[in-house]
């Protein structure tokens, strides 16, 4: 029963993946007003109902891709030892995850491009990154118990890494040909450091 489970929730991940795809690859051929559910099913091979039971728009299914990177990246937060300092904590998980990924697809820094051109992707992914700081903050409190000042320093902590990450990917995505983006999130972390140590 647990293979068929195992392959079940497999296959329903590839069903979630070509979605995106889709997606990502319709909204780069056409931009992204122009793409319609209907048509991202037709890309997909599946029918209207199945994109529905994956996600409930267009723009759900373009940032999957960003909810798997962030599932990953806490996932490796989680394995690191506890009694490692937070920001250590969180600037090594980081390291782990940009040496897993390897080169930067291009696709995925098509979608960082194109999240900056759009408020409604850009509104939806800030939604995902407060729950998504909720989720970080609860780690670093973890690693730190009984901290006095606590919550405001693990809020704050989460909140300072996110604005880093995504402010270093944001610059590095413009200036393509520099740094590599592990190096370019490193170095920003490195700098926002100063304030934790």
């Known amino acids: 029963m647990e293979a068929t489970t195992t392959l079940r929730e497999r296959k329903k991940e590839a069903t ?11 909204a780069l051929e056409r931009g992204l007003d122009a793409v319609t559910v209907d048509a991202v099913a037709d890309e997909a091979g599946v029918s209207r109902r199945t994109f529905s039971n994956y996600f409930a728009n ?46 930067v697809d291009p696709n995925w820094l098509a979608q ?22 909720l989720e970080l903050a609860a ?9 006095r000042d606590e919550p405001m320093r693990s809020r704050v902590m989460a909140a300072v890494f996110l604005v880093t990450m995504r402010t270093a990917t944001g610059l590095w995505a ?23 140590a």
Do not use: C, M, Y
Not at 77 to 94: F, G, I, K, S, V
Not at 121 to 128: P, W
Not at 139 to 147: C, K, L, M, N
């Open 112 to 133: 960082v491009r194109l999240l900056r051109r759009h408020p409604a992707l850009l509104a939806q992914q800030t939604a995902a990154q407060n729950a998504l700081e």
């Open 174 to 196: 413009e200036q393509p040909g520099g740094a590599s983006l592990g190096e370019a999130v490193r170095a920003g972390l490195d700098r926002a450091a100063e304030r934790f």
């Open 139 to 147: 780690e670093i409190a973890a690693r730190d118990p009984g901290h």
């Open 58 to 103: 267009k723009e759900d299914a373009l940032l999957h891709g960003d909810r798997v990177r962030v599932t990953r990246l806490l996932e490796r937060l989680r394995a690191r030892p506890l009694t490692e300092p937070p920001w250590q904590a969180l600037t090594e998980a980081t390291a782990a995850h940009h040496a897993a990924i390897g080169e």
């Open 16 to 26: 979630r993946q070509a979605l995106h795809e889709a997606t990502l690859r319709l």
